[in-house]
């Protein structure tokens, strides 16, 4: 066997509503190997989590659809499966955990019954069996007084417990990947450590892959090998988080890194942010999605889409100032001198 | 923020309003069903106008020797009733009582629901309570029953099934209408009205009532609809308008003892209701779309 | 829950005793001298007077209202003078013929309206769905007494297939029971039908966007059990909302319906007595009906709690629904 266990190449990912095409993710590739973790980072609507929810098809159709690329998972390309086979792979093979605790658990079912259905779905245990090994999954996931708390709702958990809960449903069939989209926005930071932790102790236990859709780059640095950086339906950067961390080369990965709250930044320095708003995707954009926002743009940027060049080993950027050739320096990036862009 | 402001404040707020209405003619429009129901009340109108123009025969004008005739014959488009009346020209007479009845009796709840629906929502307190109290004992009572009874007391005539139905109506509005304006009281806007010192009237009618508007219209739209069907019941009961006037109800009630030697009478004037009733609510569910699509009446 | 049920049929007096109100005003509404109203014309002056007595007309008002009251409180709804009969028997004798008509359509009601719905939703935007869509809508807008006409007209009348009127016997088999039992019970459904539909739908269309579908398809789990199982529960609600209502309009549906078949239930009961001018069977009636109305809606809300655990059972929590 391989030691491949995802390949993604050229995914397109475009909804349409009424006679609006939006091209939420333009030609994105990545390949993760088994036991390895990616993380996805990106604003909002940077097409992160549409990629994610690709990989397992459960795009709404209509208006999503997947009109371009391959997904080879192991050696099946995913979107050339029948509905059905592709069924046995989602919470059997590949798993998925949600942003927001709150909504992701069906409110009118005891969080028992969802994780066996689950475990009924894909392995054949009796009813018994299931359920203790629903109880079993709980344990795991660290909720306390499982066997009383196997027969409650949804609503008598914290967001935290919810999460673990979710946890416990995705890792219920031991999936060789579990996508995490943003699995601890919406909790409260003391809990976002925990659920982070609780994460990578149970990898390293069930030997599972992650992909981890996050826009938050200090979550990759702790739980990720690789991270991919996206920004309006491309990818931009890509490497490993060593590289990543310690040398990033896209301006856009600057602003991300500079926008981040960190401990070194002191409270008299004044957090800086990337200023304007993504492209909006449903117009044809010509040249580098970021030149409208990027400080160093110049003509070219708004003419010619940059080409993803592999400026280091095993690191790729699409940049054309950040090339074997040139190389643009950071420093210069807190500078706001926009004054070479024609407006 | 000075009085001045605030009333600029307001008045922005009442011109987009405006703005919004302006395209609502549009998107009802744009709606093609609501359109379609626009279109068949707008010739029915025109129909109730012009009845004698449209109508071939006097509606009312009875001749045994040509009874029962079927239709196209002799002239009858779609024949005639067991007392040779033309059916064709009763049913275009009927549109009349349907429209009046419906537009009145739903105006007479609208107006009496509304008031003591902002009497409830605005004072609150005990005045709410027993007004409430009340709409809800009238709520106990099945729609159409509460119209039977009434006019079992009132006596048949038009005014009676305009006054039957629109109590009938009441509750309804009442509850529609209060459950506006608490949320509108609650509103910032109405609560600067108020720290200028506005005064209880004034607030009601220039401010909460235009701002609860929209769910009132698309209420008392469905309402005719109601009310429409309400009357034709109470005449196929034989407890609306008086004989001879020509009702869709009435006209169906004669016909239903007839159904074996005319089903044509039966027939024609239960379709012109539905296809009415059914217009009415095309129209009002474009409407409630196009105001707002989260709206649930 | 028992605190629930118990608060719930505390609130309930109140409303009761204003229905009791209504109707009592309602029928000193009646212009004249009731008795002679009610015995006609040709009564002697003698029988009007006795009438009058017998009726407790000849009390002031308020008088008059407690002995009403009083009257209804020990079941006591008095004589019928048309039928001759204790009004209480009456009723007793014609309230299980509604309530077979009226469950009937309900039954009907849920088992073509809510699948309906769930179709429609589910494939939204297809040709189905827009089917599904204008069929309800010309339900809803349905003049059932006309429809009843119609199907007594194709069914009965041409086709011969079902009696047009009256109620069959058990004692005459199953078959024809159930012969007597279709067409009213089709014309009574109708508008429920076209209702659940309609509630289904929407109601399946806001859930079946919601967090908790997602996850249930990444569980990997079958399309009909993620609509049948995850969705359907939770759209059922609103459902039960309108469940109130729709019994309103079922009943006073019933007086159309019962009066087109000759059905003997409560609903004829009324439009008879309304004919003989036995205007104490209709105020009766019509206020067992109200109270049948205002019970059914405790049941309904009780039932609401039960299906859903979320909400709290403390009635006054925040005061808004």
């Known amino acids: 066997m391989s030691d491949m266990l995802l390949k993604v190449e050229n995914l397109e990912v475009q909804f349409r509503s009424g006679s609006t095409l939006t091209k939420a993710v333009n030609g994105v590739s990545f390949s993760l190997n088994r036991k390895e973790n990616i993380g996805i980072v990106g604003e909002s609507g940077s097409g992160k989590s549409v990629t994610a929810t690709s990989l397992l098809r459960l795009i709404p159709d209509p208006p ?95 967001g935290g417990m919810r999460q673990r809960v979710m946890i416990a449903i995705a890792l219920a069939c031991n999936p060789k990947l579990l996508i995490a989209d943003e699995p601890t926005t919406a909790l409260d930071v003391t809990v976002q450590a925990q659920i982070l932790n609780l994460m990578k102790d149970l990898q390293h236990s069930i030997d599972t892959s992650i992909i981890m859709i996050t826009h938050d780059l200090g979550v990759i640095w702790e739980s990720c090998d690789k991270v991919l950086v996206m920004y309006a339906g491309n990818v931009v950067e890509s490497g490993t988080v060593q590289e990543i961390h310690d040398n990033p080369l896209h301006p856009y990965t600057w602003g991300l890194l500079d926008s981040q709250i960190t401990e070194s930044v002191s409270s008299e320095e004044e957090l800086s942010t990337i200023p304007g708003s993504p492209p909006d995707l449903s117009l044809d954009i010509s040249g580098c999605p970021f030149a409208a926002r990027c400080p160093f743009a110049e003509e070219i940027c708004l003419e010619k889409t940059p080409e993803m060049i592999e400026a280091a080993e095993g690191h790729f950027t699409a940049c054309h100032f950040q090339t074997k050739e040139h190389r643009l320096d950071r420093k210069e990036a807190k500078v706001d001198d926009r004054s070479n862009i024609k407006s | 923020m000075t009085s001045i402001q605030a009333e600029e404040e307001i008045v922005k707020t009442m011109e987009d309003k405006r703005k919004k209405e302006q395209s609502l003619f549009r998107k009802l429009i744009k709606n093609r069903l609501a359109a379609f129901g626009l279109i068949v009340i707008f010739l029915l109108i025109i129909t109730a106008i012009f009845a004698p123009l449209i109508a071939t025969h006097d509606p009312n004008t009875m001749d045994v020797t040509k009874a029962l005739l079927g239709v196209g014959e002799q002239g009858y488009l779609l024949g005639t009733d067991n007392f040779g009346r033309d059916i064709f020209s009763r049913i275009v007479y009927g549109s009349r009582i349907s429209l009046i009845v419906g537009i009145a009796a739903v105006l007479f709840g609208a107006v009496i629901g509304s008031l003591l629906g902002v009497a409830a929502g605005y004072f609150g307190g005990k005045l709410d309570s027993v007004i409430m109290r009340f709409m809800d004992g009238l709520f106990a009572f099945p729609f159409i029953l509460l119209a039977i009874t009434l006019m079992t007391v009132l006596g048949q005539g038009l005014i009676n099934v305009i ?135 | 829950m028992g605190k629930y049920i118990f608060s719930r049929l505390i609130n309930m007096i109140p409303t009761l005793f204003v229905v009791a109100i209504i109707v009592f005003l309602i029928t000193r509404m009646i212009p004249g ?32 209202f407690l002995q009403y009251i009083g009257n209804l409180l020990k079941g006591h709804f008095g004589v019928s003078l048309s039928y001759n009969q204790p009004i209480t028997d009456l009723i007793i ?61 194709y069914f009965s009348v041409n086709l011969g297939w079902f009696p047009a009127t009256g109620m069959g016997s058990m004692a005459d088999g199953f078959i024809s029971y159930l012969k007597h039992l279709i067409l009213p019970s089709i014309t009574l459904a109708t508008i429920p039908t076209a209702t659940f539909a309609r509630i289904t739908r929407s109601s399946m269309l806001e859930v079946i966007t919601q967090d908790y579908i997602k996850t249930a398809r990444s569980k990997g789990i079958s399309e009909f059990i993620v609509i049948f199982k995850h969705a359907f529960k939770n759209a059922f609600n609103p459902l039960l909302t309108v469940l109130g209502l729709q019994i309103s309009s ?72």
């Open chain 1, 64 to 158: 999503g659809k997947i009109t371009g690329g391959k997904i080879i998972f192991e050696d099946k390309d995913l979107l050339k499966l029948s509905d059905k086979a592709m069924r046995k792979i989602r919470g059997n093979e590949i798993s998925m955990i949600f942003q927001d605790p709150s909504t992701s658990l069906n409110p009118v079912y005891t969080v028992g019954n969802q994780i066996v259905e689950s475990i009924e779905t894909h392995q054949h245990l009796n009813r018994k069996e299931a359920k203790e090994k629903a109880v079993h999954m709980l344990e795991l996931v660290g909720i306390p007084e499982a066997r009383k708390r196997f027969s409650m709702y949804p609503h008598e958990f914290s």
């Open chain 3, 93 to 153: 004798n014609r309230f299980p013929n509604t309530v077979i008509l009226a469950v009937s359509a309900l039954i009907i009601a849920f088992m073509i309206g809510v699948p309906a719905g769930i179709i429609s939703a589910s494939k939204q935007n297809s040709l189905i769905d827009y089917s599904i869509t204008t069929i309800s809508l010309i339900g809803v807008s349905m003049p059932i007494f006309w429809l009843g006409v119609m199907l007594v007209l």
């Open chain 2, 163 to 297: 006054i039957a139905i629109g109590i009938a109506n009441v509750p309804g509005f009442a509850r529609v209408v209060r459950g506006q304006v608490l949320g509108v009281k609650e509103s910032e806007f109405i609560e600067v009205t108020r720290s200028l010192g506005a005064k209880h009237r004034r607030i009601i009618f220039q401010h909460v009532l235009p701002n609860s508007l929209a769910p009132i219209i698309v209420y008392a739209t469905m309402s005719v609809a109601g009310a429409i069907i309400s009357e034709a019941a109470l005449s196929f009961l034989g407890l609306g308008v008086q004989p001879p006037t020509a009702s869709w109800g009435s006209i169906l009630k004669d016909g239903k003892d007839f159904l074996v030697l005319n089903p044509n009478m039966a027939t024609f004037s239960g379709l012109s209701i539905l296809i009415t009733v059914l217009s009415i609510n095309l129209f009002g569910d474009g409407l409630r779309d196009a105001l707002d699509p989260k709206m649930k009446v």
């Open chain 3, 33 to 64: 001298d009731p008795a002679s109203v009610m015995l006609g014309p040709q009564a002697s002056r003698e029988d009007v007077e006795a009438l009058t007595e017998a009726l407790g007309l000849n009390e002031p008002i308020h008088i008059q």
């Open chain 3, 250 to 321: 079922l009943l006073g549906g019933a007086v159309l319906t019962e009066t087109i078949f000759s059905w003997p239930g409560m609903g004829l009961l009324i439009i008879d007595a309304i004919e003989k001018r036995d205007f104490v069977v209709v105020q009766s009636t019509v206020l067992f009906i109200a109270l049948i109305f205002v019970i059914v809606n405790l049941v309904v809300d009780i039932l609401y709690k039960v299906v859903n655990p979320k909400i709290s059972y403390s009635t006054n929590k925040g005061g808004t629904k």
